[in-house]
């Protein structure tokens, strides 16, 4: 019995990152760039209910990432996801009842992100050579991959977020891979 509940955590993983991958490349017009809109993000809120989808969103970001502009994006970008999914858990455990809680669960990925990505995003820009013009573009850059992060997390995550719970589908999931 405990292995068939690894065996389904692992699968719900892999399809989370199947998704996730599919997602950001088939809406790859608005998925990489300095400004960007990855409508897969909205998954990032996962990690608040299931923390093993951590992993799929990991997995998921390294496939999605090898079309982005940028190179380094294959390893800072899953990072990013790792950084952000482990605070979105801990944050959880506040309680997954909690509104508040669920307001302040989708503010890891748009933080995280706008850091890690916005810097190399920067990095792709300028280059390390002058650190005030560096500075500058990161915080431009971070700015900017934010806004996206902010506007798919809170118009998206945040309603999947609190609907999630009262669904069948939530129901249904939790049973699965209990």
């Known amino acids: 019995m405990k292995n068939s509940n690894k065996i389904r955590k692992i699968a719900f993983a892999g399809v989370?990152?199947?998704?996730?991958?599919a997602l950001t490349m088939s809406l790859g017009f608005i998925s990489y760039g300095p400004?960007?809109?990855?409508?897969?993000?909205?998954?990032?809120?996962?990690?608040?209910?299931f923390p093993f989808s951590i992993l799929g969103l990991f997995v998921g970001c390294i496939i999605a990432n090898l079309m982005s502009p940028y190179p380094l994006d294959i390893v800072v970008g899953p990072i990013a996801s790792l950084i952000a999914g482990v605070c979105t858990i801990q944050i959880s455990k506040l309680?997954?009842?909690?509104?508040?809680?669920?307001?302040w669960g989708c503010f890891p990925p748009v933080i995280v992100n706008a850091v890690l990505i916005g810097a190399m995003i920067a990095f792709y820009m300028v280059g390390f050579s002058d650190?005030?013009?560096f500075l500058t573009a990161m915080v431009v850059s971070g700015l900017q991959v934010g806004f996206g992060q902010?506007?798919?997390?809170?118009?998206?995550?945040?309603?999947?977020?609190?609907?999630?719970?009262?669904?069948?589908?939530?129901?249904?999931?939790?049973?699965?891979?209990g």
Request: hydrophobic share 55%; proline share 5%.
């Open 16 to 21: 989370i990152g199947a998704l996730y991958a």
């Open 35 to 49: 400004i960007q809109f990855r409508i897969a993000e909205a998954m990032t809120i996962l990690p608040f209910f």
């Open 95 to 103: 309680g997954r009842d909690k509104v508040w809680v669920k307001v």
């Open 131 to 133: 650190l005030r013009v």
């Open 150 to 177: 902010l506007v798919i997390l809170y118009a998206i995550g945040l309603p999947v977020m609190i609907y999630l719970p009262k669904s069948n589908v939530y129901g249904r999931l939790s049973e699965y891979v």
